[in-house]
């Protein structure tokens, strides 16, 4: 197969290390930063109409809140709407909190085939915010949550929130979006450097 002369030069000047003049890269690959141990941890649970997220701090004797919530959407919102919503509230967040590391909730198999669709737009939405900042992603399934939080893999909803709480030292426990969030952060948090069969799963 024969290639042209200005395709030569570029094979050549990468090869050397060099800059083709007048050549601009097909796809400039996001930054990542390096794997280890992370000082800020986003914790994200994507829904259409409620995206929680919770972003701390490990210290001792508890790790630290420095932001959480839920990005909120009206039921008569489109869902394109949403999605754009969810996309800027984390940029914001990112830009605000710079965390290093997001922890996602691990997928579900769910029953209702549109529910699971448009679960996965949310989802994607809020991905792509994330490894657009160049953060490294892992999830984390639900039930090995409520494990390393609760001590029980099937716990309930308001368990979790309570034991987020206290681990936390809130004054009040968060909604129950938020704490799930929260509950992924300090998940990733406790395993940090703890040897694992089960780590958590990069994406």
């Known amino acids: 197969m024969g290639i042209t002369l200005e395709?030569?030069?570029?094979m050549t000047a990468r090869v050397s290390g060099r800059?083709?003049?007048?050549?601009?890269?097909?796809?400039?690959?996001?930054?990542?930063?390096?794997?280890?141990?992370?000082?800020?941890?986003?914790?994200?649970?994507?829904?259409?109409?409620g995206t929680g997220f919770g972003v701390?701090?490990?210290?001792?004797?508890?790790?630290?809140?420095?932001?959480?919530?839920?990005?909120?959407?009206?039921a008569?919102?489109?869902?394109?709407?949403?999605?754009?919503?969810?996309?800027q509230t984390l940029r914001d967040l990112v830009r605000e909190q710079k965390p290093t590391v997001c922890i996602v909730?691990?997928?579900?198999?769910?029953?209702?085939?549109?529910?699971?669709?448009?679960?996965g737009e949310a989802r994607g939405a809020a991905l792509a915010v994330i490894a657009e900042?160049?953060?490294?992603?892992?999830?984390i399934a639900p039930r090995k949550v409520k494990q390393a939080i609760v001590g029980y893999g099937a716990a309930q909803?308001?368990?979790?929130?309570?034991?987020?709480?206290?681990m936390l030292q809130l004054t009040e426990p968060p909604a129950?979006?938020?704490?799930?969030?929260?509950?992924?952060?300090l998940t990733h948090a406790q395993e940090q450097g703890r040897y694992t069969l089960t780590p958590p799963k990069r994406i």
């Open 7 to 10: 395709q030569f030069n570029q």
């Open 19 to 49: 800059k083709p003049r007048g050549a601009a890269p097909v796809f400039e690959p996001l930054p990542t930063r390096s794997t280890g141990k992370h000082t800020i941890i986003l914790g994200l649970d994507p829904s259409l109409r």
């Open 56 to 74: 701390i701090q490990p210290a001792k004797p508890c790790p630290r809140t420095l932001a959480q919530g839920t990005i909120s959407c009206p």
């Open 76 to 87: 008569n919102w489109e869902r394109s709407r949403c999605l754009a919503k969810i996309a």
């Open 105 to 119: 909730e691990g997928l579900f198999y769910a029953q209702n085939l549109q529910t699971a669709l448009i679960m």
């Open 133 to 139: 900042a160049g953060l490294e992603i892992f999830e």
């Open 157 to 166: 909803k308001l368990a979790v929130a309570k034991m987020v709480q206290r």
């Open 176 to 185: 129950p979006d938020a704490a799930d969030a929260l509950a992924l952060a």
